[in-house]
């Protein structure tokens, strides 16, 4: 009677795995209809924002130097006066001290004056520069705009196309999981999170699974069902082919997956 009892808790953790793999590979292929969208709409969507950024920059830079080389105008406005108001009163001096002290304050005027029509220039450079960036900045955000509707359009056209399927196997997965023995459980996500294609449980073919051959006496074990053994090489969960395939198809039919 033990034995009996051992046989059947056995086969009902196996067939719990089973049913937990197959759910689990039809959400994979679900996560592989939406292939790279959501990394790429991510990157997309980064792309924009460090654009969007950028484009401010110019913008404030570019205000910043309309502002530099308005106050340079009036620099230059304010010593031209000055320096006509000087020379009047060099007209009107009674030595050369004065005459002197009025020379020295053109002088001054005429560095301001240089000083502001470099600043000019240099406000200029940076504004045509800036305006350019500015231009190509605008350019590229209307191509990225582009893009990322036609990935967030084809991207919510999958989502629209399985949610509903997806929602189902979530809740399904959960129920599933519930079957399994916490131990196996946990190895069995480990080997998911391991196994580049996420299939930790596969059936026992031609005696081999999942490509790696199978000696023989572990394939007579395989088949007794009275242990959960494991791929020497891959760590892979191996079921009897006949266990996995009735498994399958009773979920098949019942819940049309």
Do not use: W
């Not at 002088?107 to 220039?121: C, D, L, M, N």
């Amino acid at each position: 009677m033990p034995t009996a009892k051992k046989k059947t808790d056995v086969e009902d953790q196996l067939r719990a795995l089973v049913r937990l793999q197959h759910i689990d590979n039809r959400i994979d292929q679900i996560e592989k209809l939406r292939g790279n969208l959501p990394e790429e709409i991510q990157d997309l969507e980064d792309e924009e924002a460090g654009l969007k950024t950028r484009l401010e920059n110019h913008k404030e830079e570019v205000q910043e130097q309309k502002v530099a080389k308005r106050q340079a105008e009036l620099d230059i406005k304010e010593a031209e006066g000055l320096i006509d108001k000087y020379e009047e009163q060099q007209l009107e001096v009674r030595n050369n001290r004065e005459f002197d002290a009025l020379t020295k304050e053109i002088e001054g005027q005429e560095e301001r004056i240089a000083e502001a029509e470099e600043t000019i220039e240099e406000a200029e450079e940076t504004i045509e520069t800036r305006k350019a960036a500015i231009e190509d900045t605008e350019e590229r955000l209307e191509e990225l705009d582009e893009v990322l509707d036609e990935k967030r359009e084809e991207l919510d056209e999958v989502v629209e196309d399985t949610e509903d399927e997806e929602a189902t196997l979530e809740e399904l997965r959960e129920q599933a999981a519930e079957k399994v023995g916490s131990r196996y459980l946990k190895a069995y996500s480990k080997l998911r999170d391991r196994l580049r294609d996420g299939r930790a449980v596969v059936p026992l073919k031609r005696g081999a699974a999942a490509g790696f051959s199978v000696p023989p006496q572990r394939q007579v074990e395989i088949r007794k069902r009275k242990s959960i053994l494991t791929c020497e090489h891959t760590g892979r969960i191996i079921v009897d082919q006949e266990l996995y395939n009735e498994t399958v198809d009773e979920m098949k039919e019942k819940l049309d997956l």
